[in-house]
């Protein structure tokens, strides 16, 4: 589904994602993204780029958590369930790369996440991790 915002770095015009379309949604439950609005959007502000939409897997929840992120383990206080194997989300493109340069490197949804990703991960490594064309 499209992304319904305007680029968060502003100017008036829709995100881009990889593939050079309109930026989609990535996920709603749980919801994501650094404006905690369902996608991937980036802006200056975004110090991390959470620009990568994921499809999360055990192996790279474990991996991030050994890494000294853990997305795993609810934390009520700031109002996060934690996450699952399945689960979408909007990972640091920098954290997305270093998945793959380990090997562990989850599934990501291509027409949800943003073309700021590229700043750090290369596109064809994106479509060989990717989950169909969404």
């Not at 593939?19 to 110090?47: H, I, K, Q, Y």
């Not at 897997?57 to 399945?86: C, I, M």
């Not at 793959?100 to 073309?115: D, I, M, N, S, Y």
């Amino acid at each position: 589904m499209p992304f319904d915002e305007t680029g968060g770095g502003g100017g008036g015009r829709k995100s881009r994602n990889v593939l050079g379309g309109v930026l989609e949604s990535c996920s709603m439950d749980p919801l994501t993204g650094f404006f905690r609005n369902g996608g991937c959007d980036t802006s200056p502000a975004d110090l991390g780029s959470h620009t990568v939409c994921a499809v999360l897997t055990a192996e790279f929840l474990a991996f991030s958590k050994s890494r000294g992120n853990d997305l795993s383990t609810p934390r009520p206080e700031y109002g996060f369930a934690g996450l699952n194997p399945g689960d979408r989300w909007c990972l640091c493109a920098p954290r997305w790369q270093e998945a793959l340069e380990a090997g562990k490197a989850p599934q990501v949804a291509l027409r949800a996440t943003h073309e700021g990703a590229l700043r750090y991960c290369d596109l064809d490594d994106l479509k060989q991790h990717a989950a169909g064309l969404t």
